[in-house]
């Protein structure tokens, strides 16, 4: 027997995708309401399965007081890359910690790039990667991200 959900002409039939598809959905749906990417400027450069690109540029307001950028703005930059890489499945992942080591600094007027890629998934849990580099390809820093998913999906 086919059930309405199974029928292909089924009108609440949900439509497939691929796995880069959902990927690009999701990155579109999770910025739309991303008030703190948004306002630190960041931008998704590419979306693919467990993997995230942004770009943020370093503002005047974002250097500290040795006239370099913010650790914490950094932080930021590869932490929303990860969040988008691993929320790319479709599936509600939060982070469950991460850390980052700063190897040299970014300054103003640097456009920095996260890319955010998974390096482990298991179950609920994952391990990801961002690097951060400079325009001039320079690291600037790698932040690793544990993530959890937890139940309930944000894409149908």
């Known amino acids: 027997m086919t059930h309405k959900a199974d029928a292909p002409d089924a009108p609440d039939a949900q439509p497939t995708r691929d796995p880069q598809q959902t990927a690009e959905l999701a990155g579109r749906t999770l910025y739309a309401t991303d008030r703190a990417s948004q306002a630190l400027g960041m931008r998704i450069t590419r979306m693919a399965p467990g993997e995230a690109h942004l770009t943020m540029t370093v503002r005047p307001d974002m ?65 990801y990667e961002s690097v951060v580099a400079n325009q001039r390809n320079e690291t600037i820093a790698i932040f690793r991200g544990r993530s959890q998913r937890i139940a309930g999906r944000f894409l149908d």
Do not use: K, M, Q
Request: charged share 15%.
């Open 63 to 127: 250097v500290n007081g040795h006239h370099i950028c913010h650790g914490g703005l950094i932080f930021a930059l590869a932490d929303s890359a990860f969040a988008f890489a691993c929320n790319s499945y479709g599936d509600n992942t939060l982070a469950a910690g991460a850390s980052i080591d700063f190897l040299a600094p970014g300054r103003e007027g640097d456009v920095l790039t996260a890319t955010a890629r998974a390096v482990w998934r298991s179950g609920r849990s994952g391990i």
